[in-house]
Structures are given as structure tokens and as C-alpha cells.
């Protein structure tokens, strides 16, 4: 697979005298008015009837000094901007945005229709990042991770073909799966936790097409059980390599929706809330990141391409991420906490950064061998796709890190 036209933007270098971080944090509510069409599901043809719960965009900036980031937690399917990646560098200083989706079912259509909705959208999240970035704080991070079985892998194999599962109320075993939750708190210079960030990988399609009610889906219950239970804070919930993982209650039917949205969203709340207790403090600095475009080919029409912007970072010596703007299948999630070598590693799927598309699914190659929803039929881009923006990733991670030299020994 080529990468072609590909951009790196590099953080500067750190000065020689030590780097303290700061962070900064804003919501803003960015629920749609009623009658915007809702996306999530082909079938459901209505717009939003009803609001059961608002949607925001929840924003933490970091900042070391030499280098800022600025993550922007979504109740979106997805979202893509480039204007607020740009217009937070050029207005608020912030050299890397991440806009990350939970990815819930109950939320509205967004870039593929340019809705005046959608441009207030951009607006709110732009003034959150600027009310984020003029509210910095000292800042010390600390980080826990653990399991908990939410979720299941909706695709079934066998004699090397896939056939869809799309719920699991009977919590049967499934495979590949990761049950891994990571949770990463920031707290300030009292020590009071200013914000918790999970990291799960699970679709938020708790609620079914007969849901015609904007709903953050069991992400927005996580939110409001953790709120409840450490006063003061915001909860961030960055949605992992859910391609394939369903919860066991997926598209839960006939009134019972919203009951177990609420069971599924304090389940994993009161998992995160022990970790929150067991959390390690760690480097807090330096802030390192890198993004990059890279062009694939469409898988259906190979004279066509695709770009797909993604970004990698550091957080001290210990923490990497990766954030691909597409639906990453949970194999690749497990690959990159193997192949980039960092103590802790979080993969954040449904996340723009870059100049490109949104990528849709990203099977691994022997999903789109077996074949199924996602692996041979509604994805687009080519295959190996997935694994090559894991590897461009990881060697970005170890690049940060000082470990890839310019020239081999032995080069020119």
C-alpha cells in the first residue's frame, strides 16, 4: 500500500529547562433542534421527535508549554472539521485537535449534511476549546486501567466465513475481544481530580431504531455516574477500536431502552470509579505529537483514493495514543498496545485530527478475508488499510521518542 502526499506536523522540540502542564476544560451543549434527521441506522428514515438527554461536546486542553493539544469529547456518530482543527490553531494556539465521537446511534447526521446546525456545532466547539485554553491550570496526570465485559464481537466465523450476531443477551463468549477500560484523571495542583478520560470500546447502540430521542446512549449514563460520584469533575469518554463490538443489549427494543442504557453506563461508571482510586501518578511532560495524511486506495474502485488523516502522541514517558478517524475494528486496538511499546496505550477510534476523510470501517485483513458487515461489504477503503495506520502510528510513537534515527547506520 503506497503513502502518498502524506503531511507530518512535528511538536517543536522541549527547551532544556523543565516543562510544566497545564490544563484547561469546557462544555457546551450541541443537541440539534427537533426534526434534524438522526443517524446511526439506515431503517430509521424520521428526525428526532423527542430530546431524552442533551448531547455536548466536553473539551480538555493540555499544554506543556512548548506543545498544546486540545481533545474534544463528542455525543456525535462522528464529525469531521477541519475548520475547528484549523481555526483552534490559528485563534487559540492549539497546535493538535482531536474531535472525538462516542459514536452513539441516537445522535444527528453531521458532515454528510451541512446543516446550519452543523456550523453552530463548529462554532460551540471552537468557543469551548477558547474557554478551555484561557482557564489553564497546573496540572498532574494519573492513570489506571482494567477490564470489565460490556461487549461482544458481533461477527461469528466459522469454516473462514463470517456471519453477522448483533446482540448477545445471553452474554455468550465471543472473540477477538478487548475488555480493556483505561481512565487517565487530571487533577490539579490541590490534588482535586479536575476531569476523567475513559477509554472503551464498545458501540453505543444500547438504543434501537425505534428510538426517535436525541441520547448520548450509555456514554452519556457513564458521564453522569461518574459526575455524581467525583464532585467537581468532567468525565471525557473517548470511544476505542469498537468496529465490531456490540454491547450484549445491543439495539434493546420495545421501551426497555433507556433502562439499559442507564444499567450498561453505571456499570462501566462504578468499574472506572475503582480504577480512578487504584490511578498511578505519571510524567505529566513532555507533550509530543505528530499527524499525518496518508492516501489509500478505494477498495471498490482502485483508481480512486482516499485520504485519511490520523495523529500519535506522548504524553510524558509512559502514555501513546492514536487517534484514526474511522471504526477500527478491536484488533487493532489490541495491536497497537503491543506494537508501540508504551507502558500505557490508548487507541481512540471515530477521532478527526487531520486533513481527510472519515474512513468508515476498518476491517484487519482477515476480517475482510471472512467477510461480513464492515469487512467485505459498507467499508471503502482498501484492504490493509487498518494495519497500515496502526504501523504509521507506531512508527510516529518511536519517532517521538527519539528511538528512529533519519538515516540508518550504514545510510548515505
Given at each position: 500500500?503506497?503513502?502518498?502526499?502524506?503531511?507530518?506536523?512535528?511538536?517543536?522540540?522541549?527547551?532544556?529547562?523543565?516543562?510544566?502542564?497545564?490544563?484547561?476544560?469546557?462544555?457546551?451543549?450541541?443537541?440539534?433542534?427537533?426534526?434534524?434527521?438522526?443517524?446511526?441506522?439506515?431503517?430509521?428514515?424520521?428526525?428526532?421527535?423527542?430530546?431524552?438527554?442533551?448531547?455536548?461536546?466536553?473539551?480538555?486542553?493540555?499544554?506543556?508549554?512548548?506543545?498544546?493539544?486540545?481533545?474534544?469529547?463528542?455525543?456525535?456518530?462522528?464529525?469531521?472539521?477541519?475548520?475547528?482543527?484549523?481555526?483552534?490553531?490559528?485563534?487559540?494556539?492549539?497546535?493538535?485537535?482531536?474531535?472525538?465521537?462516542?459514536?452513539?446511534?441516537?445522535?444527528?447526521?453531521?458532515?454528510?449534511?451541512?446543516?446550519?446546525?452543523?456550523?453552530?456545532?463548529?462554532?460551540?466547539?471552537?468557543?469551548?476549546?477558547?474557554?478551555?485554553?484561557?482557564?489553564?491550570?497546573?496540572?498532574?496526570?494519573?492513570?489506571?486501567?482494567?477490564?470489565?465485559?460490556?461487549?461482544?464481537?458481533?461477527?461469528?466465523?466459522?469454516?473462514?466465513?463470517?456471519?453477522?450476531?448483533?446482540?448477545?443477551?445471553?452474554?455468550?463468549?465471543?472473540?477477538?475481544?478487548?475488555?480493556?477500560?483505561?481512565?487517565?484523571?487530571?487533577?490539579?495542583?490541590?490534588?482535586?481530580?479536575?476531569?476523567?478520560?475513559?477509554?472503551?470500546?464498545?458501540?453505543?447502540?444500547?438504543?434501537g431504531p425505534d428510538n426517535l430521542a436525541w441520547s448520548a446512549d450509555y456514554p452519556g449514563a457513564l458521564r453522569r455516574h461518574l459526575e455524581s460520584q467525583v464532585p467537581g469533575a468532567l468525565a471525557l469518554f473517548v470511544q476505542g477500536a469498537a468496529g465490531d463490538i456490540?454491547?450484549?443489549?445491543?439495539?434493546?427494543?420495545?421501551?426497555?431502552?433507556?433502562?439499559?442504557?442507564?444499567?450498561?453506563?453505571?456499570?462501566?461508571?462504578?468499574?472506572?470509579?475503582?480504577?480512578?482510586?487504584?490511578?498511578?501518578?505519571?510524567?505529566?511532560?513532555?507533550?509530543?505529537?505528530?499527524?499525518?495524511t496518508l492516501r489509500v486506495r478505494h477498495r471498490w474502485n482502485p483508481a480512486e483514493s482516499i485520504d485519511i488523516g490520523i495523529t500519535a502522541g506522548l504524553l510524558g514517558r509512559q502514555l501513546c495514543f492514536l487517534a484514526l478517524p474511522g471504526e477500527p475494528f478491536v484488533?487493532?486496538?489490541?495491536?497497537?498496545?503491543?506494537?508501540?511499546?508504551?507502558?500505557?496505550?490508548?487507541?481512540?477510534?471515530?477521532?478527526?485530527?487531520?486533513?481527510?476523510?472519515?474512513?468508515?470501517?476498518?476491517?484487519?485483513?482477515?476480517?475482510?478475508?471472512?467477510?461480513?458487515?464492515?469487512?467485505?461489504?459498507?467499508?471503502?477503503?482498501?484492504?490493509?488499510?487498518?494495519?497500515?495506520?496502526?504501523?504509521?502510528?507506531?512508527?510516529?510513537?518511536?519517532?517521538?521518542?527519539?528511538?528512529?534515527?533519519?538515516?540508518?547506520?550504514?545510510?548515505?
Amino acid at each position: 500500500m503506497r503513502s502518498l502526499a502524506w503531511l507530518i506536523v512535528l511538536a517543536a522540540c522541549l527547551p532544556a529547562q523543565e516543562s510544566k502542564l497545564r490544563a484547561g476544560l469546557a462544555r457546551v451543549e450541541i443537541t440539534p433542534p427537533l426534526g434534524h434527521p438522526m443517524g446511526g441506522y439506515a431503517s430509521r428514515k424520521e428526525g428526532a421527535a423527542a430530546r431524552h438527554d442533551p448531547l455536548y461536546a466536553t473539551v480538555l486542553v493540555l499544554d506543556d508549554g512548548a506543545n498544546s493539544l486540545a481533545l474534544v469529547t463528542c455525543d456525535l456518530r462522528s464529525f469531521v472539521s477541519q475548520r475547528v482543527v484549523d481555526e483552534a490553531r490559528e485563534k487559540h494556539g492549539i497546535r493538535h485537535t482531536i474531535l472525538s465521537s462516542s459514536h452513539t446511534h441516537s445522535g444527528p447526521l453531521t458532515w454528510e449534511l451541512r446543516s446550519r446546525w452543523y456550523a453552530e456545532a463548529e462554532d460551540k466547539m471552537l468557543g469551548a476549546i477558547g474557554e478551555a485554553k484561557s482557564n489553564l491550570f497546573p496540572a498532574g496526570l494519573a492513570f489506571s486501567s482494567g477490564q470489565i465485559y460490556l461487549g461482544f464481537n458481533r461477527r461469528k466465523v466459522a469454516g473462514g466465513r463470517a456471519t453477522m450476531w448483533w446482540r448477545n443477551a445471553e452474554r455468550l463468549p465471543s472473540a477477538p475481544l478487548d475488555p480493556t477500560v483505561n481512565v487517565l484523571g487530571v487533577r490539579d495542583a490541590a490534588g482535586s481530580t479536575r476531569a476523567v478520560l475513559v477509554n472503551y470500546a464498545c458501540h453505543p447502540s444500547v438504543l434501537g431504531p425505534d428510538n426517535l430521542a436525541w441520547s448520548a446512549d450509555y456514554p452519556g449514563a457513564l458521564r453522569r455516574h461518574l459526575e455524581s460520584q467525583v464532585p467537581g469533575a468532567l468525565a471525557l469518554f473517548v470511544q476505542g477500536a469498537a468496529g465490531d463490538i456490540n454491547p450484549y443489549r445491543d439495539k434493546e427494543l420495545g421501551g426497555e431502552g433507556f433502562a439499559a442504557v442507564e444499567e450498561m453506563g453505571k456499570a462501566l461508571g462504578e468499574r472506572v470509579v475503582v480504577l480512578l482510586r487504584r490511578a498511578a501518578r505519571m510524567d505529566a511532560v513532555p507533550l509530543k505529537a505528530a499527524a499525518e495524511t496518508l492516501r489509500v486506495r478505494h477498495r471498490w474502485n482502485p483508481a480512486e483514493s482516499i485520504d485519511i488523516g490520523i495523529t500519535a502522541g506522548l504524553l510524558g514517558r509512559q502514555l501513546c495514543f492514536l487517534a484514526l478517524p474511522g471504526e477500527p475494528f478491536v484488533e487493532h486496538q489490541i495491536t497497537f498496545r503491543a506494537k508501540s511499546e508504551c507502558r500505557y496505550a490508548m487507541l481512540f477510534g471515530y477521532s478527526y485530527s487531520a486533513p481527510g476523510v472519515w474512513a468508515g470501517y476498518l476491517p484487519t485483513i482477515l476480517a475482510a478475508v471472512e467477510g461480513g458487515y464492515g469487512a467485505d461489504f459498507n467499508t471503502s477503503v482498501e484492504v490493509g488499510a487498518g494495519e497500515t495506520l496502526i504501523d504509521r502510528g507506531v512508527v510516529h510513537l518511536f519517532r517521538l521518542r527519539g528511538l528512529l534515527k533519519d538515516v540508518p547506520d550504514g545510510g548515505p
